[in-house]
């Protein structure tokens, strides 16, 4: 067995487990160097299993596994700490930063950078940020990590983003001023550099990097719907 079908000290977190026979479970974890992978989980749902005070979700772990499927099989987990459970609306934050993983990041693509920016939104969550700052953060890196990065310093014939002007922002085109005819949503010059400031001191820039935010991951997820954005609307507008 090649090095390449066995991994060992992987940093990983669990986004999401289901089960698999009557005492396994299917893993979907998202590991620092390996990506997003599906994960054998051998005897997992048994009552005296060690697995079951290990695998949390939000939980920083260090996984090992072989095989060189679809689905690797697990062949150990160890907790790793330091990071609180999440509780109320930063637990359902937590879900919706892994429902994005889920539905846009491809299997078996590696990136640290945005495995360290979860890390470090799953942090801030921990500690009782709520605020949506958290997550414009996250989706950003999500999107340039993809390869969908945003242009929010310069417009889409490449002159300097003016902070009072009103613009329009396109995918895959970026903003276009907003006297044209031109379709796309919404969004004034001040946001747009906030964005690329990350700098959500202004109310205004807050909710209209959401609704930018939201207009692009639309476009990306292809008509999938998030589940958590649903419970979002019913309780509160994230």
Known sequence: MSRHQRI??????????????????????????HGRLAVLARGARRPRSALRGVLHAFQPLELGW????????LAKAEWLGGISLLRGEGLLLGYYLNELLLKL???????????????????ALSRGATETAELRRFEKTLLRELGYGLVLERDAQGL???AGRSYRYQVERGAVAADTTESGQAVSGKTLLDLAGDNYADARSLA????????????????QPLQTRRVFIELQDV
């Open 160 to 162: 300097p983003v003016e």
């Open 8 to 33: 060992d000290g992987a940093a990983a977190y669990l986004l999401h487990a289901y089960p698999y026979s009557e005492t396994s479970l299917i893993l979907e974890v998202f590991a620092r160097e």
């Open 208 to 223: 209209e990097g959401k609704q930018l935010m939201r207009y692009l991951l639309n476009h990306y997820l292809a008509g």
């Open 105 to 123: 990041l491809p299997r078996e693509d590696a990136h640290a950078v945005l495995f360290d920016a979860y890390a470090s939104a799953l942090a």
């Open 66 to 73: 072989f095989g060189g499927g679809e689905v690797k099989t």
